[in-house]
């Protein structure tokens, strides 16, 4: 595993467009938005398994129908490839939910 190079990130964010990448910190962050708060819990238990099943962990939130997600990794002091797998599966699952935009 290694930090993405500047261009890496680019191309790997084109395809994460509501992801926010947060540069003094090296990670991207997103804020779901659910029908309900089991929704939102059926969400974060999938991330979970996949998060466990892959050794990287999210920092992340919830607050009734709300789950804020960041990706980075420590071990690289940035972004990585399994950041940016990680985001696009939460796209995956939460779109399997219904989720829409935060704000």
């Known amino acids: 595993m290694h930090k993405l190079s500047e261009t890496e990130r680019a191309q790997a964010l084109q ?13 991207i ?10 929704q939102a819990f059926g969400f974060m238990a999938q991330v979970a398994l996949a998060a466990e099943k892959h050794n990287h962990h999210p920092e992340w939130s919830n ?8 990706w ?8 990585s490839t399994n950041d940016i797998a990680l985001a696009r599966w939460c796209d995956q699952v939460a779109a399997q939910y219904g989720a829409k935009e935060g704000v």
Not at 63 to 70: A, H, K
Not at 72 to 79: A, C, I, R, Y
Request: proline residues 3%.
């Open 72 to 79: 980075t990794t420590h071990d690289v002091d940035g972004l």
């Open 63 to 70: 607050v009734y129908n709300r789950v804020s997600i960041t």
């Open 29 to 38: 962050a997103h804020t779901f938005v659910f029908a309900d708060f089991n």
């Open 15 to 27: 395809a994460l467009p509501t992801w926010q990448y947060d540069a003094l910190r090296g990670a």
